[in-house]
Nanobody, 117 residues
Framework: QVQLVESGGGLVQAGGSLRLSCAAS????????MGWYRQAPGKQRELVAR???????NYADSVKGRFTISRDNAKNTVYLQMNSLKPEDTAVYYC???????????WGPGTQVTVSS
């Protein structure tokens, strides 16, 4: 089982940007889809972006046009570039393998993103 560790979170003002990284302990080349999820306090964890091995990307409506997901199979890393951040983007962000639209692996520790108004 591939272990995932997220990094890159922090405190940023509204309108700012952050780039999250998800480092895998093993190869992600054979994993068809990887995704970024987030969980805000008191809310369910939600999928915000997904990328297939072929590079097809999907986004939640709430982040479309502001977030960009990418993957570097050679580095076993998945990224999430987040621009024009809003206070409602505040959450713990996690990456995971995705089967269809559901998480398919073990969760990492996540990385906290806090956007101040």
């Amino acid at each position: 089982q591939v272990q995932l560790v997220e990094s890159g979170g922090g405190l940023v003002q509204a309108g700012g940007s952050l780039r999250l990284s998800c480092a895998a302990s093993g190869s992600i080349f054979s994993i068809n889809a990887m995704g970024w999820y987030r969980q805000a306090p008191g809310k369910q964890r939600e999928l915000v972006a997904r990328i297939t091995s072929g590079g097809r990307m999907n986004y939640a409506d709430s982040v479309k046009g502001r977030f960009t997901i990418s993957r570097d199979n050679a580095k076993n890393t998945v990224y999430l570039q987040m621009n024009s951040l809003k206070p409602e983007d505040t959450a713990v962000y996690y990456c995971n393998a995705v089967a269809g639209w559901a998480p398919a692996g073990d969760w990492g520790p996540g990385t906290q993103v806090t956007v101040s108004s």
